[in-house]
């Protein structure tokens, strides 16, 4: 029987699945009435970046499994690739 991340991989072909990333830090700031998370994993380049309501534990040093889309995000005029995360686990 097929998992929830099959099944979400199959339905958008987007989305991407990687398992047992290292966590190199973790940044949570407010907008509005949401709680930015950004993610930077070892070996990779881009930020991963995900939304909360409530403060979630750091993250940073843990191995976790993410599934995420690539976005591209704009900063005063500037843009900047992302990786939206669409679902997170710890591994």
Do not use: C
């Given at each position: 029987?097929?998992?929830?991340?099959?099944?979400?991989?199959?339905?958008?072909?987007?989305?991407?699945?990687?398992?047992g990333l290292k966590?190199?830090?973790?940044?949570?700031?407010?907008?509005?009435?949401?709680?930015?998370?950004?993610?930077?994993?070892?070996?990779?380049?881009?930020?991963?970046?995900?939304?909360?309501?409530?403060?979630?534990?750091?993250?940073?040093?843990?191995?976790?499994?993410?599934?995420?889309?690539?976005?591209?995000?704009?900063?005063?005029?500037?843009?900047?690739?992302?990786?939206?995360?669409?679902?997170?686990?710890?591994?």
């Open positions: 029987m097929p998992s929830n991340v099959d099944k979400l991989l199959k339905k958008h072909r987007n989305l991407t699945q990687s398992d966590v190199a830090s973790h940044v949570q700031r407010e907008q509005g009435d949401w709680l930015i998370n950004t993610l930077t994993m070892d070996g990779q380049l881009v930020p991963f970046v995900y939304k909360r309501k409530r403060r979630y534990k750091s993250l940073q040093g843990q191995r976790v499994n993410v599934t995420y889309y690539p976005a591209v995000d704009r900063v005063a005029g500037i843009e900047f690739e992302v990786m939206k995360v669409v679902r997170i686990r710890i591994a």
